[in-house]
């Protein structure tokens, strides 16, 4: 069926290290990808988002990269921090649609 | 920044009980969603709303519920016999245009007992 989803639901990161984070789609119409942010008793908060048209695209201290040929997208966090323990979520939109498809989510804890 | 409002953040309300969730989005966005998120699931597409009418919802999305933009700047979400099963924490969203801007908002924790 059509999904998007994370490989791991949960990550534990040394701060300071990087974090990569995966999410697998399996709609090849799908042509526009978000990453969320979600802090406990909060909403999702976009982090960065890409079309399929690119195969990276870079933030401050996040980097997505987007596999169109094995259908597969990743966030990189550089240097995790405290503040980044959350759980992360990949989203997919289809071209025409406004919804987004959520996947579910992978809990990232960083140790000091 | 421009933020999504929704108030209450958390409601409590026995099975049975119609319930609406409220929500204030960005002034200047056009497109406005629901999403429901069970306790450790997925955030799900409830349904979306432009031009005063619903573009498109989910199969979730069933005759117990309705979305409403009774003024300029409120857009709420009616549940009217909840059930336990209702019981999630439900986001709004708006967005400038289609899928641009999206903005999420804290969220209503719903709680049926």
């Known amino acids: 069926g059509e999904s998007v989803g994370l490989h791991l639901p949960t990550l534990s990161v040394q701060e300071g290290d990087n974090s990569i984070i995966n999410c697998a789609y399996s709609?090849?119409?799908?042509?526009?990808f978000i990453w969320y942010k979600q802090e406990s008793g909060k909403g999702p908060q976009f982090i960065i988002d890409?079309?399929?048209?690119?195969d990276k695209r870079q933030g401050q201290r996040v980097t997505v990269l987007l596999n169109k040929t094995v259908k597969h997208l990743s966030l990189q966090i550089a240097a995790t921090q405290p503040g980044d323990s959350a759980v992360y979520f990949c989203?997919?939109?289809?071209?025409?649609?406004?919804?987004?498809?959520f996947g579910a989510g992978t809990t990232v804890t960083v140790r000091a | 920044e421009p933020e999504v409002t929704q108030t209450p953040s958390h409601q409590v309300t026995q099975m049975g009980q119609e319930v609406i969730l409220r929500c204030v989005p960005i002034?200047?966005?056009?497109?406005f969603y629901w999403y429901r998120q069970i306790l450790g699931q997925k955030v799900e597409f409830l349904v979306s709303?432009?031009?005063?009418?619903?573009?498109?919802k989910s199969e979730i999305f069933d005759d117990q519920f309705s979305v409403e933009r009774p003024d300029g700047s409120n857009f709420t979400l009616k549940i009217r016999s909840t059930k336990l099963e209702d019981s999630a924490m439900y986001f709004c969203?708006?967005?400038?245009?289609?899928?641009?801007?999206?903005?999420f908002g804290s969220g209503t924790r719903l709680t049926v007992v």
């Open positions: 002034s200047n966005h056009l497109y």
């Open positions: 969203a708006s967005s400038e245009g289609g899928i641009y801007g999206y903005t």
């Open positions: 890409i079309r399929s048209n690119m």
């Open positions: 989203a997919e939109n289809r071209a025409g649609d406004y919804k987004l498809s």
């Open positions: 709609n090849s119409a799908s042509d526009y």
């Open positions: 709303f432009y031009n005063n009418e619903i573009s498109e």
